[in-house]
């Protein structure tokens, strides 16, 4: 029997993940006061059940004014890990790797959730709130404009990001993400298109790089040395004068070397009406290009839906990781269906056996 690669362990640090399949974070726009609950435990709970490595909880602001909506999760006080504890708990008595998203939306900041009536953002008379950005720049119209950031406030920004991920390994989480990508405040101050300050945190590459930089360097700190620290990038903005592939490269490199394990290569969101063309593994090759130029592990995500198409991905060196989200949206267990496809010898649940044996 071929031994699939999909199904190999990866190590990370302190950690092995028992394969290389991981539930892309994914916002569920359904916490109070940024408090997970029942339905959070449930959605990834069934997730870690259904076979994944990495299960990674979504965007979870570091502040209350980090949230992208007001229904958004956070880890800004010990009422949160609180919360969090009994959704780690059984995520990784599953045998899961749980891992936290660590968040700030920036300009994209005070929105309503997607199923809402409202667009946009969200009034103070509605518990919305005034965001910040790299400058007073809303990400469009519809948006809130957000308050620039000066200096003393940047500095809260990092002091937070690293506050954040020490309550999260209070709560049980064995790894955190940060998240750099998707138009969110990291990533307005790494993209040209969003960045047009003219202090030591925008201006060239060097310069707009800073913040990012200093969050990880932070993160790290925080979490010692056995805890494995992911980075999301958004590795092009998909727009003529944005954030490149090069550009990513040069940043992975910088983030590996203060101590990052792994680049989650996703991409766009600084700017609306990108042309992004979405087709099946379509920011494959951002990761590839970030593994083999960075020399730093990747994780790809994208329309990932079959499970060759992602044991091929891990089999040509194209990335260490794979993240599904709309995929294990659809079915909880696709890990387990992939292993049968796959041959690979990964065992239902006790509690599950008699129905699928």
């Known amino acids: 029997m071929n031994v699939s690669k999909l199904f190999s362990p990866l190590p990370l640090r302190g950690i092995t993940l028992r394969n ?8 569920q726009y359904s916490a109070e006061d940024g408090r997970p609950n029942q339905w959070h435990l ?82 103070d008379t509605e518990g919305g709130w005034t965001p910040v950005g790299p400058t007073n720049q809303p990400f469009t119209p519809e948006y809130r404009t957000p308050r620039a950031l000066d200096a003393a406030g940047i500095a809260r920004v990092v002091e937070a990001f690293a506050a954040g991920a020490a309550r999260a390994l209070d709560a049980g989480f064995a790894a955190v993400e940060i998240h750099a990508a998707h138009g969110y405040l990291l990533h307005e101050f790494l993209s040209p298109l ?114 060759r198409q992602a044991e091929e991905i891990i089999v040509a060196g194209r990335a260490d990781l794979v993240l599904l989200a709309r995929e294990m949206l659809r079915d909880p267990y696709w890990p387990l269906h992939a292993a049968a496809e796959l041959n690979a010898d990964v065992r239902w649940p006790s509690q599950y056996l008699r129905a699928v044996d």
Not at 20 to 27: E, F, L
């Open 42 to 123: 449930v959605h990834l709970g069934s997730r870690a059940v259904g076979g994944a490595g990495l299960v990674v909880a979504e965007a979870t602001a570091v502040v209350p004014e980090g949230r992208i909506s007001p229904q958004d999760t956070g880890i800004w006080s010990a009422a949160h890990v609180d919360a969090w504890r009994p959704i780690t708990g059984f995520v990784a008595a599953q045998g899961a790797v749980p891992a936290l998203q660590l968040a700030h939306a920036g300009f994209k900041a005070s929105t309503y959730r997607p199923w809402a009536p409202g667009r946009g953002g969200v009034p």
């Open 194 to 307: 969003t960045n047009r300050r003219g202090d030591g945190y925008g201006g060239d590459r060097a310069g707009r790089m800073r913040l990012t930089l200093e969050v990880a360097r932070a993160v790290r700190a925080a979490v010692g040395e056995s805890v494995p620290v992911l980075t999301r990038v958004s590795a092009t903005d998909w727009t003529e004068g944005g954030w490149t592939a090069e550009d990513s490269v040069v940043l992975a490199g910088e983030l590996a070397a203060l101590g990052v394990d792994l680049i989650d290569a996703s991409s766009g969101g600084a700017v609306p009406r990108a042309a992004i063309p979405v087709g099946p593994g379509y920011q494959v090759p951002l990761a590839e290009r970030i593994r083999r130029e960075a020399d730093v592990p990747t994780g790809a995500v994208g329309i990932i839906t079959a499970p």
């Open 20 to 27: 290389r399949i991981a539930v892309s974070p994914m916002c």
